[in-house]
């Protein structure tokens, strides 16, 4: 049994955005050396959160729209009056997803459904620099 751990940083620009990081972390995983085992993916984050998902535009639409309808811009935050960064909507709508992934992984590689991607979903009112960590677990 093997443990190997890896990492990047993502730049975001604005709320809602969707990065693709699949790439990323199928790197990760190359470099591990692993040909089966599980990769542990965690967003060191309370601002925005890592999903699963098919990479359609209309899909990644209704994924946000699904999360301002539970944390909407125009009503009272009481986190904005605690410290006045006017980001109390993003901390809600990352709950409603998770901040961390376990995929496995089969032969070399993270094992995805064909339609399959993992993004990391910005909800921060600002730009940001997020830290993804990989904790890896198997065999070479």
Same mark, same amino acid.
């Given at each position: ?6 990492? !990047?940083?993502?730049? =975001? ?8 990081? =699949? ?16 990769? /542990? ?6 601002? /925005?959160? $890592?999903?699963i ?8 639409? &209704? ?5 301002? !309808?539970?944390a909407?811009?125009?009503i ?7 410290w006045? &960064?006017?980001?109390?909507? /993003?901390?809600?709508?990352? =709950? ?5 992934? =376990? ?8 094992l ?7 993004? $990391? ?14 904790t ?5």
């Amino acid at each position: 049994m093997t443990i190997f751990m890896d990492g !990047f940083s993502v730049k =975001t620009e604005s709320e809602n955005q969707f990065t693709d990081i =699949t790439g990323r972390i199928s790197g990760s995983v190359s470099r591990s050396g692993l040909s089966s085992g599980i990769a /542990s993916i965690f967003l060191l984050s309370t601002t /925005s959160s $890592l999903i699963i998902c098919e990479n359609e535009g209309g899909l990644l639409e &209704d994924i946000v729209r699904r999360a301002m !309808f539970f944390a909407p811009d125009d009503i009272e935050y009481r986190h904005n009056k605690a410290w006045g &960064d006017n980001n109390g909507r /993003s901390h809600v709508k990352a =709950t409603l997803y998770r901040q961390d992934l =376990t995929v496995p992984v089969r032969n070399g590689e993270l094992l995805l459904g064909t339609w399959q991607s993992i993004f $990391l979903l910005e909800f921060d009112v600002r730009p940001r620099e997020r830290r993804v960590s990989i904790t890896m677990v198997g065999d070479v």
